[in-house]
């Protein structure tokens, strides 16, 4: 069975860091490209940053770019996001997401496999 | 960035309506669009890849139609599992851009 599991959320001061998890299983990790996506407390979905499948690639959105960093480690079947200087607004329910086809193809894919999200309160 | 925008943003509606729910993007983006379902508390579930290509698994009373700027999700026939928000994402670009929701609520 694919699965994501995120973790590493919790309740962090305004100018503080936090680093999510998410470990992959059920499938080959090394050959998908991943995503962070969040959600605001009561509102829509935001994508916050893709990574492709050897890490030759990365993009963030603009509302988080030089603030959050991804990674990943293909040995451990593991996503990260590093949050720094966290905000406010940066609270929010934050999802590992999985692109639906395996690297190879031109282009980009929607997302096929969520995991069920791990809660960032940024609060003093 | 492509602005996606839904409407409407709610929609009351009874088990057994046809429920139509639409997406325009700011920009072409030829057929890459996909439709997903969220329940509260849940991770949203992905419904039809590129405009009107179903999901395996999901229902067939599900369907995507459009192209370029506007977008169409129907539900032929509500059904109670049904009732959650639909979100529409549009991935042209590396900014995969989601529309801000349409809650399906009872009626």
């Known amino acids: 069975e694919v699965q994501l599991v995120e973790s590493g959320g919790g309740l962090v001061q305004p100018g503080g860091s936090l680093r999510l998890s998410c470990a992959a299983s059920g499938f080959t990790f090394s050959s998908y490209s991943m995503n962070w996506v969040r959600q605001a407390p009561g509102k829509g979905l935001e994508w916050v940053s893709y990574i492709s499948s050897s890490s030759s690639t990365i993009y963030y959105a603009d509302s988080v770019k030089g603030q959050f960093t991804i990674s990943r480690d293909n040995a451990k079947n593991s996503l990260y996001l590093q949050m720094n200087s966290l905000r406010a607004e940066d609270t929010a329910v934050y999802y590992c997401?999985?692109?639906?086809?395996?690297?190879?193809?031109?282009?980009?894919?929607?997302?096929?496999?969520w995991g069920q999200g791990t809660l960032v309160t940024v609060s003093s | 960035d492509i602005q996606m925008t839904q409407s409407p943003s709610t929609l009351s509606a009874s088990v057994g309506d046809r429920v139509t729910i639409t997406c325009r993007a700011s920009?072409?983006?030829?057929?890459?669009l996909a439709w997903y379902q969220q329940k509260p508390g849940k991770a949203p579930k992905l419904l039809i890849y590129k405009a009107s290509s179903l999901e395996s698994g999901v229902p067939s009373r599900f369907s995507g139609s459009g192209s370029g700027t506007e977008f169409t999700l129907t539900i032929s026939s509500l059904q109670p599992d049904d009732f959650a928000t639909y979100y529409c994402?549009?991935?042209?670009?590396?900014?995969?851009?989601f529309g801000q929701g349409t809650k399906v609520e009872i009626k």
């Open positions: 920009q072409s983006i030829s057929g890459w």
């Open positions: 994402q549009q991935y042209n670009s590396y900014s995969r851009t």
């Open positions: 997401a999985r692109d639906r086809r395996p690297d190879g193809y031109i282009g980009y894919d929607p997302f096929d496999c």
